[in-house]
């Protein structure tokens, strides 16, 4: 019989359909806090025992992490302020419960921000160098546990520390605000901070457990230490953060800069002859009607729904400017993104590598910011060369931007953005012309240190030479720094784990490639914040899947990786309550497989010691969150065993160390050079390996180059056959595994049927127009074998009960969370296995995993069984048992 002719029997069989005209009501599934129970859900048994049996963790020469002469794949969770510091009653049941779903790494982040029980900071001092003895206790405690349960530990030396005075730095430190990253910034060139990130490790890492009896740095249970999470001298800089320094930590920086210059130049003529290169004098005027003589010729209000705004020329001008003439923008309704209202002039000619300098007057009627650039008018529709935002007041001020873009465009437009609220704007004076980049300026000499720094916002003015110069200059001290953490770790403390600076976005993959491993963090639908930052009333979280973003964060994450080096995602997260969330571990363990990566951790299991809530507790929790917890151990079993083989192919692009420095003055802070630059596209992830070449590297000899891969439009097969992520119907991607012991089906299934090896499953209809993540997991034998012992995760919609939406797209809450128990929709669908119906058992499982109700298996054409799963059985989870059947064609017991 042909696969087509079961299909179409199959169908004509059964009476029992999974598409139903109105999915059927949410109903409570609460996971407790303290489950340790065995059972087909417990995945504690895959863990070797203890953690660091088989010594340190190390690189292998194959550039992956290994425990004695094991392969090590590392996937787990990390924890936050008080839950990182739980009692010794609470921590038995937390690292049990972390065990049992495939976590065998925890990493300890952000244990440096407040004060215990919610940090590592002594609850009486004053400065942040005194450790609180209790928390060091409880730290000791719940990680004896962890490594007595097999997982191992992640810690992070620095992440929030609120350095101030009282540590002996210059009281200006606490002018740099929450969240204090800003304060680390002086570290990578100030001597005092350094010291004091040092003592911290060694205060922490000689510690030695009373409950294991090493320290944490000779412990081979730690498999990392964390250098400095999300910072980098050159991201500082990109964002603003240096440009908003204190003048006595920017004095300290320009000492630095001045004899790293007389090093390299030792004259003044020396560098003014040398800057020279690359000074560009201003040229004539590029844009039309620039002083609206003619009203609005050659201008263009652009609005998107629901946006509305408007612009009229006015007489009202700055006196500078006597008997000019100037532009009302008028927005009456914000729309859904800053780009909806924009004021711009189009059909402008841009050069790649020219710079181009902007001037204009500005005010508004209530102080606001003004976001000016240039970009492309069709696609890509990307940003030429840096953005500018300036702070507007009610009174006319003159303004200057020099850009440079690394691109040229043809169709190229001047935009003016309003922000995010109603309100009107004036400009005047606006001009636009090429040039505008000088060298060495008037009074500059290296004699008197009068070498100004190039800030972010004026980088345009200077000439080409003199930003290669101060770009190299930044590589070269932000290098230093991460050594000099790195050999006093390893060299002195004698750190037996491996060694992350900090993630290669906030730094470079050539600074990051001279440790041990590549590390990069990613965010679905991060929230945002329009108004104060992490104000918790005032953000959304955009409602959508990822399943039709074309790879969404994967491609780049992967992008980031560094060939043969371990790869590493130490945070990663799909925020609350975004309702389609149980796909993030899903697909990154998928995809990470497909990758070859190293190590995994969900952002994150608790920031609360809190972990009886019973509800979903805010954004990034995933501990009392039921569908993000079930999806777990799918996740982790696909990864952990390499249920998804490497790509066969891998592309492969170089990037040495000038190239990289030659690219870093356009780029994003947040995303600081990856393989895109070099001409890999981020959809070829999803077919291949991916891989860059840094200083010293080459491309092996069978690697593809990235200007010979040929993709496919909008289906994307992994080149081992094993992954799709099919685009093919608009706004109703798909992505499904097909592996001998894990296949899944994630994404808008609904009513359509999926052959998987010699499985059928077809996802019913859902609160979320056939939106559902399935999958199916082999936990003893094979997909499908006789005798074999499987789990079913069948997901999708999830809230809190009375969860206080604020908009029928389901975007935000404010602070009204709803309250307990927590609410899932069940979801139905049909499995076709290969075997007679009475060799198969069915259980739906309660919320421990426990076997709760036997779910009837119905026999189908050919000889196969169908496992039929829905809302009636009130559970997200379940268990099937395939039996043998004897030679008599009687069952067998297993």
């Known amino acids: 019989m042909s696969e087509r002719t079961f299909i179409m029997l199959l169908g004509l069989f059964l009476v029992t359909t999974v598409a139903a005209a109105e999915p059927a009501p949410l109903f409570p599934f609460v996971l407790p806090w303290d489950d340790a129970s065995p059972g087909i859900t417990d995945l504690s048994g895959w863990l070797p025992k203890p953690a660091g049996k088989f010594g340190p963790v190390h690189i292998g020469l194959d550039g992956h992490l290994y425990a004695g002469g094991l392969r090590l794949r590392l996937n787990g969770v990390d924890l936050a302020f008080s839950a990182a510091f739980p009692t010794h009653g609470q921590a038995d049941k937390v690292a049990a419960r972390l065990a049992k779903f495939g976590n065998n790494i925890v990493r300890f982040h952000i244990m440096d921000m407040q004060r215990f029980p919610n940090g590592l900071l002594a609850r009486n001092a004053k400065d942040t160098r005194t450790i609180e003895p209790e928390a060091l206790d409880r730290l000791d405690y719940f990680t004896a546990q962890l490594i007595q ?4 530990i992640n810690l992070c030396t620095l992440n929030y520390r609120p350095f101030n005075a009282a540590d002996g730095l210059p009281p200006e430190i606490e002018q740099m605000g929450a969240p204090y990253q800003g304060r680390h910034v002086v570290g990578f060139f100030d001597p005092t901070e350094i010291e004091l990130q040092k003592e911290y490790d060694r205060n922490l890492l000689l510690h030695r457990n009373a409950y294991t009896g090493k320290t944490y740095a000779a412990d081979p249970a730690v498999a990392m230490v964390e250098i400095n999470n999300e910072n980098g001298l050159l991201h500082a800089w990109l964002d603003g953060t240096l440009d908003r320094l204190p003048k006595i930590f920017r004095s300290e920086l320009r000492g630095q800069w001045d004899e790293w210059l007389k090093g390299h130049y030792a004259t003044t003529e020396r560098l003014r002859a040398a800057w020279s290169e690359g000074a560009q004098p201003l040229g004539g005027e590029l844009l039309r009607n620039a002083d609206f003589a003619h009203g609005q010729d050659g201008w263009t209000v652009e609005t998107h729904q629901p946006a509305v705004a408007t612009a009229k020329v006015t007489g009202d001008a700055p006196a500078d400017l006597r008997g000019a003439r100037s532009v009302c923008v008028d927005v009456r309704k914000i729309g859904a993104e800053a780009w909806h209202v924009r004021f711009e002039q189009l059909g402008l000619r841009l050069l790649a590598k020219q710079s181009y300098t902007a001037t204009w007057w500005a005010k508004a009627e209530a102080p606001m910011a003004l976001q000016v650039s240039l970009a492309m008018s069709d696609a890509p529709w990307q940003t030429l060369g840096r953005e500018g935002t300036v702070q507007l ?8 931007m020099t850009v440079q873009p690394g691109d040229g465009a043809e169709n190229a437009r001047l935009v003016f953005d309003p922000p995010m609220q109603t309100g009107r704007i004036w400009l005047a004076g606006i001009s636009l012309r090429p040039g505008g980049a000088t060298g060495l300026a008037v009074g500059e000499t290296l004699q008197a240190g009068t070498v100004a720094g190039l800030s972010h916002d004026k980088l345009a003015d200077r000439s080409s030479s003199a930003t290669r110069d101060w770009v190299r200059f930044l590589w070269e001290t932000e290098d230093a720094y991460w050594q000099t953490r790195y050999r006093y770790l390893k060299d002195v403390l004698k750190v037996q784990g491996a060694v992350i600076g900090t993630i290669v976005g906030c730094s470079t993959p050539n600074l990051m490639a001279r440790l041990d491993c590549i590390d990069s963090h990613a965010y679905w639908q991060h929230p945002v914040f329009p108004g104060r930052p992490w104000d918790s009333s005032n953000w959304y979280v955009r409602n959508v899947s990822m399943v039709n973003a074309r790879g969404g964060l994967l491609p780049g994450l992967a992008l980031h990786r560094v060939l043969d080096k371990p790869f590493c995602v130490t945070e990663y997260g799909h925020p609350a309550p975004n309702t389609f969330c149980s796909e993030g571990s899903l697909l990154r363990g998928a995809y990470a497989g497909l990758q070859d990566w190293d190590y995994l951790s969900t952002s994150r299991f608790a920031q609360s010691d809190d972990f009886a809530l019973r509800r979903m507790r805010q954004w990034f929790d995933i501990d009392q969150h039921p569908t993000k917890m079930i999806t777990l151990i799918p ?34 802070p947040w995303s600081l050079i990856d393989l895109g630059p070099r001409g890999v596209p981020p959809e070829a992830t999803l077919v291949h390996r991916v891989a860059l070449a840094v200083e010293g590297q080459t491309a092996p000899p069978d690697a593809l180059r990235p200007d010979r891969v040929k993709l496919p439009t909008d289906d994307f097969v992994s080149d081992t056959g094993q992954l799709e992520w099919d685009l093919r119907r608009p706004a109703h991607g798909v992505v499904t595994v097909d592996t001998a012991r894990s296949k899944a089906v994630v994404g808008y299934g609904g009513g359509r049927h999926y052959q998987l090896g010699g499985l059928v499953i077809e996802p ?14 082999a936990i003893e034998g094979d997909l499908p074998t006789a005798p074999s012992r499987w789990l079913i995760t069948a997901t999708g919609f999830v809230e809190n009960t009375n969860m206080g939406w604020k908009d029928a797209e389901h975007t ?5 969370w709803g309250h307990a128990p927590t609410l ?10 290969p075997f007679a119906a009475e060799q198969v058992q069915v259980w739906a499982l309660d919320e421990r995993g426990q076997r709760r109700i036997t779910v009837p298996c119905r026999p189908a054409p050919g000889g196969h069984a169908v496992i ?27």
Do not use: C
């Not at 019913?764 to 997991?777: K, N, R």
């Not at 139905?828 to 296995?833: E, M, Q, Y």
């Open 149 to 152: 349960r097999g997982v191992y």
């Open 764 to 777: 019913g209809q859902t609160h979320q127009d056939g939106w559902s993540a399935l999958t199916l997991t």
């Open 868 to 894: 039929t799963i829905g809302p009636e059985w009130k559970t997200l989870w379940y268990e099937v048992a395939v039996r043998r059947l004897a030679l008599s064609g009687t069952s067998s017991s297993r």
């Open 635 to 668: 996740a982790a079993a696909m990864f952990l065993r390499g249920d998804v083989t490497p790509a066969k192919q891998q592309i492969v692009a170089t990037l040495d160390r000038q190239q990289e420095l030659d690219l870093l003055p356009g780029q994003y």
């Open 824 to 833: 899932v929709e069940g979801i139905p669908a049909r499995f076709t296995v």
């Open 812 to 816: 935000s809450v404010g602070n009204d």
């Open 393 to 400: 007041s009610t009174e006319w001020q003159a303004f200057r």
